[in-house]
Structure formats: C-alpha cells, structure tokens
C-alpha cells in the first residue's frame, strides 16, 4: 500500500505562485509515474504534470512555461511549482501515483490523495 498527502495549497493573487508537496509513504519503490492532476467544480478531472522514474515529465499545454514538477527521492516527496499563477488555475490539485507509464491520463493510476485547494483571484 502507498499513502500520499498533499499540502501546499492556498489562495494567491494572479500572477502569484504556490508550491505543492505530496509525502508518499508505503511501499513506494515500485512506482513508475507519479503526478498532479486537477479538478475544478462542475469540470472532470485533468492532468496536470506527471513525471516517471527516469525523470521524465509530461506538461498539460495549459501549464507548459509556467509549472514544474520534480521528484526529491531522499525524502519521498514530489513537488509542483506554480508560477504566473491564474484564475482558471483554481482547483483540488490531487497527487497520484502508479506501477506504470502513465503520463497525464486519469485512469490507471494506483493511488491518489486526499487533495489540496489552490485558489487563484484576479
């Protein structure tokens, strides 16, 4: 089993920036992708970054430029940084992780947390 908890989130002014933890914990060393994946109310839920055991990531267009995500092994944490922060980023940012290459795709994925509200005025 894995347990992953988010934290980081807020209410920011646009243009702001935020950055968001998940601590995994569990057995985590055969996980392949991790990631964050949004949700605002009334919509589905979307990718937002991923990154597989190499190092790889994956960008959803509508963040590509101004969000990075990265993976600190030593302490079992990934991490999104959310720069130029706007409006129609507000959502529950969730964490994800699974077995295998998943990239942005909702589905497939082993395990999510709980989530953290990120909350963009203009």
């Known amino acids: 089993q894995v347990q992953l908890v988010e934290s980081g989130g807020g209410s920011v002014q646009a243009g702001g920036s935020l950055r968001l933890s998940c601590v995994a914990s569990?057995?985590?060393?055969?996980?392949?992708?991790m990631g964050w994946f949004r949700q605002a109310p009334g919509k589905e839920r979307e990718g937002v970054a991923t990154?597989?055991?190499?190092?790889?990531?994956s960008y959803a267009n509508s963040v590509k430029g101004r969000f990075t995500i990265s993976h600190d092994n030593a302490k079992n944490t990934l991490y999104l940084q959310m720069n130029s922060l706007k409006p129609e980023d507000t959502a529950m940012y969730y964490c994800?992780?699974?077995?295998?290459?998943?990239?942005?795709?909702?589905?497939?994925?082993?395990?999510w947390g709980q989530g953290t509200q990120v909350t963009v005025s203009s």
């Open positions: 994800a992780a699974g077995y295998v290459r998943l990239l942005l795709q909702t589905w497939g994925y082993n395990y």
């Open positions: 569990g057995y985590t060393y055969s996980m392949y992708s």
């Open positions: 990154i597989d055991s190499d190092g790889s990531p």
